[in-house]
């Protein structure tokens, strides 16, 4: 049973155009979830930490939510540059620190 | 600056040779893992450490093992390899804030196994 499940697979925007990644968990407890950003051939660069549901975080075009079932990673007015596979991981409460799952991403495309 | 370095980045060799991929962090974190990356299967954690001599299994730990005998260092190794091994390797470092330890990857390994 999948514990982390990110949608869609893969989104294609057209530069400008805002959107939304999902990733859904169903652990019993949550201690952080974990937004990453992987270029292709190189290791996930670490975007943003939620804890707790409520919470918001941005940067520059992104800014991560969460809620207790579901964390969304909004892309607002996107560039070319932020195409990308966005990944989000979750580290379930009662678990050793260091035990991480992550979902499958999500391929981004920005279109010029 | 700040970084975990792995190698060798690219690696090609046969079924049944005896390696290892090194990992090294400069952060003085207490937490290290090793995970595999495939297509359509994600990101999938091998092993993780919590300190020294202190490992645990991840998610997918058959024909790994690896070792943990200095802070800084975290080797996986590979006493068979075979070719569904064959994948990309990422090795992480983190420490604990109290609420959760964000992992910072390395660069990737690139193993093939003819």
């Known amino acids: 049973e999948d514990q982390v499940t990110q949608s869609p697979e893969a989104l294609r925007l057209q530069e400008g155009e805002s959107s939304s990644l999902n990733c859904s968990y169903t652990v019993s407890g949550l201690r952080g979830l974990f937004w990453y950003r992987q270029d292709p051939g190189k290791g996930p660069e670490f975007l943003f930490t939620l804890y707790s549901a409520g919470e918001e975080k941005e940067k520059e075009r992104l800014k991560a939510t969460l809620t207790k079932k579901e964390s969304f990673l909004h892309i607002t007015a996107p560039k070319p540059e932020d195409s990308a596979t966005y990944l989000c991981a979750v580290q379930e409460s009662g678990t050793s620190y260091g035990k991480l799952t992550f979902g499958q991403g999500t391929i981004l495309t920005v279109h010029p | 600056e700040a970084q975990v370095t792995q190698n060798p980045r690219y690696l090609i060799t046969v079924t049944g040779k005896k390696l290892t991929v090194t990992c090294s962090q400069n952060m003085n974190h207490e937490y290290m893992s090793w995970y595999r990356q495939d297509p359509g299967l994600g990101l999938r954690q091998i092993y993780y450490s919590m300190n020294v001599e202190v490992t645990d299994k991840g998610d997918v730990p058959e024909g790994y093992k690896v070792s943990r005998k200095e802070k800084r260092n975290f080797p996986l190794i590979l006493e068979s390899p075979s070719p569904n091994q064959t994948s990309l390797y990422f090795c992480?470092?983190?420490?604990?804030?109290?609420?959760?330890?964000?992992?910072?990857f390395g660069p990737g390994t690139r193993l093939t196994v003819l």
């Open positions: 992480a470092s983190s420490h604990s804030t109290g609420k959760g330890d964000t992992q910072y």
